[in-house]
């Protein structure tokens, strides 16, 4: 009777150890990622009263930095994917939700009040490339928060490594 429990038990271990984390939310954050490092490259900001605009690079150095930040956490997540057990684990993509959160929260600010390198953000109004930098950062967020909804890397209940023999015999 032991011995049945004993396997019954391994035999839902085994099928709980070969779930995976479903990859869609991995998607959505490198959508994201992308549509953040192209952000830079458009206009944030025109001079009022004139046709000079600039694009993300000129404005703050903060810019290219949390897109590149993206990158980073999207690079991890992909490696995350490949190596955790489950495809991935959650301290990673609540790190990189954090961050993203705080992105998209900078970025709205920034469109609300341009502000950075140029001057004190007197006499600036936010362009399309503020925007689209709060659609990639919010998507991050998104995308690593429903990678962290799913099955973490690590397992969720202590394996015993000990051989069947020993586990029945008491």
């Known amino acids: 009777m032991a011995t049945t429990g004993s396997h019954d038990l391994d035999r839902s271990r085994t099928a709980r150890d070969t779930r995976r984390a479903d990859a869609k939310g991995l998607g959505v954050a490198a959508l994201g990622a992308v549509v953040l490092n192209v952000a830079p490259f458009m206009d944030w900001v025109q001079f009022e009263g ?11 150095s903060l810019v290219p930095f949390t897109a590149y930040l993206g990158l980073g956490f999207l690079l991890a997540l ?24 705080a992105a998209t929260v900078q970025f709205i600010a920034f469109a609300l009040h341009p502000m950075g390198g140029l001057e004190r953000g007197d006499g600036l109004t936010p362009e399309i490339g503020v ?13 690593s928060g429903m990678l962290a909804k799913e099955v973490e890397g690590d397992d969720d209940t202590a394996v015993d490594l000990r051989p069947a023999s020993a586990r029945t015999a008491g």
């Open 50 to 60: 004139t046709e000079q605009a600039r694009v993300g690079y000129e404005t703050d």
């Open 78 to 101: 992909a490696y995350a994917r490949k190596r955790a057990h489950r495809g991935q684990h959650r301290g990673l993509t609540l790190a990189s939700m954090a961050v993203a959160l």
């Open 131 to 143: 925007y689209v930098a709060i659609v990639g950062a919010a998507l991050w967020a998104l995308g």
